[in-house]
């Protein structure tokens, strides 16, 4: 794989990782145990049975906890100590030939993972203000199909599923934005008389 292309797994990865880090780890490792793919040499830490069997118990708790409104924000609270360390270390992993992680993709993988956290998390809180359940369930379920998607495609083809998901997170984005300027609209001040 070109440099190009692992530079795009890397930032998709960050990315995914802002959204379930531990769907995104376990996913990886997966993929790199059954050998479905060819994981990068410091990538290859993510296919210990070890890391496959905590990020999957995490990542069925997370997948619990995010249906759940008000839990999910709290949830995202704390994921935020989590995913934008893994979203760096997946980014910085992917385009490492010698294990070694180089300190300009990690800044760049926490930033894309704190970027993809803050739309999620903001969307979320956002999304919880609503007295019914199914934005919140809907919003999740799509999360997470949004996510097994991009990590079934990332190696194929991690240009079109980087381009994929960052328009789906500018989108989000501006619905967010759209809504906050409805929901949060100062009243007009009256005219004063004189």
């Given at each position: 794989?070109?440099?190009?292309?692992?530079?795009?797994?890397?930032?998709?990865?960050?990315?995914?990782?802002?959204?379930?880090?531990?769907?995104?780890?376990?996913?990886?490792?997966?993929?790199?145990?059954?050998?479905?793919?060819?994981?990068?040499?410091?990538?290859?830490?993510?296919?210990?049975?070890?890391?496959?069997?905590?990020?999957?118990?995490?990542?069925?708790?997370?997948f619990l906890a995010?249906?759940?409104?008000?839990?999910?924000?709290a949830w995202d609270?704390?994921?935020?100590?989590?995913?934008?360390?893994?979203?760096?270390?997946?980014?910085?992993?992917?385009?490492?030939?010698?294990?070694?992680?180089?300190?300009?993709?990690?800044?760049?993988?926490?930033?894309?993972?704190?970027?993809?956290?803050?739309?999620?998390?903001?969307?979320?809180?956002?999304?919880?203000?609503?007295?019914?359940?199914?934005?919140?369930?809907?919003?999740?379920?799509?999360?997470?199909?949004?996510?097994?998607?991009?990590?079934?495609?990332?190696?194929?083809?991690?240009w079109l599923v980087?381009?994929?998901?960052?328009?789906?997170?500018?989108?989000?984005?501006?619905?967010?934005?759209?809504?906050?300027?409805?929901?949060?609209?100062?009243?007009?001040?009256?005219?004063?008389?004189?």
């Amino acid at each position: 794989m070109s440099e190009a292309h692992l530079f795009a797994v890397g930032v998709l990865l960050a990315w995914l990782a802002g959204v379930r880090a531990y769907l995104t780890v376990f996913g990886v490792g997966l993929a790199g145990a059954f050998g479905w793919i060819d994981l990068p040499p410091a990538l290859e830490a993510t296919t210990s049975p070890w890391v496959l069997g905590v990020s999957g118990v995490l990542a069925v708790t997370e997948f619990l906890a995010d249906k759940i409104p008000g839990v999910d924000s709290a949830w995202d609270l704390v994921q935020t100590l989590a995913r934008v360390p893994a979203g760096a270390f997946l980014a910085a992993a992917s385009l490492s030939p010698d294990g070694e992680l180089g300190a300009g993709m990690l800044a760049a993988g926490a930033g894309v993972a704190l970027t993809s956290h803050a739309v999620k998390a903001g969307s979320r809180m956002l999304l919880n203000t609503s007295p019914e359940p199914v934005s919140n369930w809907t919003a999740s379920a799509t999360e997470d199909v949004v996510v097994v998607g991009a990590l079934g495609l990332a190696w194929s083809y991690p240009w079109l599923v980087l381009a994929v998901v960052v328009g789906i997170g500018v989108g989000v984005l501006l619905l967010l934005w759209w809504l906050w300027r409805r929901l949060f609209r100062r009243a007009p001040r009256p005219a004063a008389t004189a």
